[in-house]
């Protein structure tokens, strides 16, 4: 097996999550929404949340921590709002019902806004409010996760990464996109850290001492035994505004959970009190925004434009030669990902060749 990256068309990378998801036993309309979040995250470049975890979600099948057949189901429903039970299956499929469900209503009555309970990881938050965009629409997502962010003067891992994403049309051939954790960095960027066998920079995580620590190969294992905690953004303290982040990632936590009276905080552990394996039973909130009911979608895109233009062209520092507003480098790494194919490290090369291997998947050539 290589040592080195190699690089994945990105039709032939998706026909083989397909196929592997299929095996795992995801029926094939859901194989397909998971396959296409999944590459979303790598033409993206976000690589922590694309192909990458495809095992991962594979192993948290095997340990019962989430089911391959995704029985959702809406629990309730009003014009503009419902709420969603994910029947514990895959988080994606659940997130794109969901997604799905509050844009048909904002259709009809302006807004639209979806609770979830009882689901699992579903991948790139951003790919959610940008099924909005596609629309005509505005679409905010947020997503409660395993704990692993402290509040600010703390060192105990209370909060998930609960990233925030919105996305809103704009007249140019890219949507404004915001898509970021509230910790000062994802779990994927320790789990990247980790298969590179490479330490985490300074300010990532602290002990329980609140001391910060580098060292990525036991940092997982040893952040879901409460042991180290990611900081907030703005990190360990208020001066640098840590307690903002803290402050957004617990407004996530409300959202994610107390608008479907589900599980917060130390809830969200995958074992229970005696070790034993247990659903996740991850929250999330879906919102979508049709633009028409407020002003002339072609007006709000040329504002929303406006604004993405004034904001790269003001005045610039010394060290970068340009400003970006956010989706812009998403944009432009799609079309480099689509013509050079999806960049698979050695360590994601050995998970998926256990993959092909156990499925027998042998008619994938994926080059290494």
């Keep these: 097996?290589?040592?080195?990256?190699?690089?994945?068309?990105?039709?032939?990378?998706?026909?083989?999550?397909?196929?592997?998801?299929?095996?795992?036993?995801?029926?094939?309309?859901?194989?397909?929404?998971?396959?296409d979040v999944l590459i979303t995250s790598d033409l993206w470049g976000v690589r922590s949340h694309g192909v990458a975890h495809l095992k991962m979600y594979y192993e948290r099948m095997k340990s019962g921590l989430q089911l391959p057949v995704t029985k959702w189901q809406v629990v309730k429903d009003t014009p503009t709002t419902a709420v969603i039970d994910?029947?514990?299956?895959?988080?994606?499929?659940?997130?794109?019902?969901?997604?799905?469900?509050?844009?048909?209503?904002?259709?009809?009555?302006?807004?639209?806004?979806?609770?979830?309970?009882?689901?699992?990881h579903y991948g790139v938050a951003g790919y959610y409010p940008l099924m909005a965009v596609k629309e005509g629409l505005v679409g905010l997502s947020v997503t409660n996760a395993h704990p692993s962010t402290a509040p600010t003067h703390g060192t105990e891992?209370?909060?998930?990464?609960?990233?925030?994403?919105?996305?809103?049309?704009?007249?140019?051939?890219?949507?404004?996109?915001?898509?970021?954790?509230?910790?000062?960095?994802?779990?994927?960027?320790i789990e990247i850290a980790?298969?590179?066998?490479?330490?985490?920079?300074?300010?990532?995580?602290?002990?329980?001492?609140?001391?910060?620590v580098t060292e990525s190969s036991t940092m997982i294992a040893e952040m879901n035994k409460g042991n180290v905690a990611l900081l907030p953004v703005g990190g360990i303290d208020e001066m640098m505004g840590g307690h903002k982040g803290y402050g957004l990632a617990t407004m996530v936590e409300i959202f994610s959970s107390?608008?479907?009276?589900?599980?917060?905080?130390?809830?969200?552990?995958?074992?229970?009190?005696?070790?034993?394996?247990?659903?996740?039973?991850?929250?999330?909130?879906?919102?979508?925004?049709?633009?028409?009911?407020?002003?002339?979608?072609?007006?709000?895109?040329?504002?929303?434009?406006?604004?993405?233009r004034e904001l790269r062209a003001s005045r610039k520092g010394t060290v970068q030669d340009r400003i970006y507003t956010a989706g812009e480098k998403e944009y432009y790494n799609t079309a480099k990902v689509t013509a050079d194919g999806v960049e698979i490290t050695s360590g994601v090369q050995k998970a998926l060749s256990s993959l092909q291997k156990e499925f027998d998947l042998k008619e994938f050539d994926l080059g290494f």
């Design 86 to 120: 994910g029947g514990n299956g895959m988080g994606m499929v659940v997130g794109y019902h969901a997604m799905q469900l509050a844009i048909q209503k904002a259709r009809k009555f302006g807004l639209g806004a979806v609770a979830v309970r009882n689901s699992s």
């Design 157 to 189: 891992p209370m909060l998930g990464t609960n990233p925030i994403a919105v996305a809103a049309p704009t007249d140019e051939e890219f949507p404004y996109m915001f898509d970021a954790a509230t910790s000062v960095v994802p779990r994927g960027k």
């Design 194 to 212: 980790a298969r590179a066998n490479k330490p985490i920079p300074q300010g990532w995580v602290v002990n329980k001492d609140g001391v910060s």
């Design 258 to 308: 107390a608008f479907q009276n589900g599980a917060y905080l130390s809830m969200l552990h995958d074992t229970d009190h005696n070790g034993n394996p247990q659903f996740l039973r991850i929250g999330h909130f879906f919102l979508a925004i049709d633009v028409e009911h407020f002003i002339p979608l072609d007006d709000f895109k040329h504002i929303t434009g406006n604004m993405m």
């Design 1 to 35: 097996m290589s040592e080195q990256s190699v690089y994945v068309p990105v039709k032939k990378l998706v026909d083989f999550m397909i196929a592997a998801l299929l095996k795992m036993g995801v029926p094939t309309e859901d194989a397909k929404i998971i396959a």
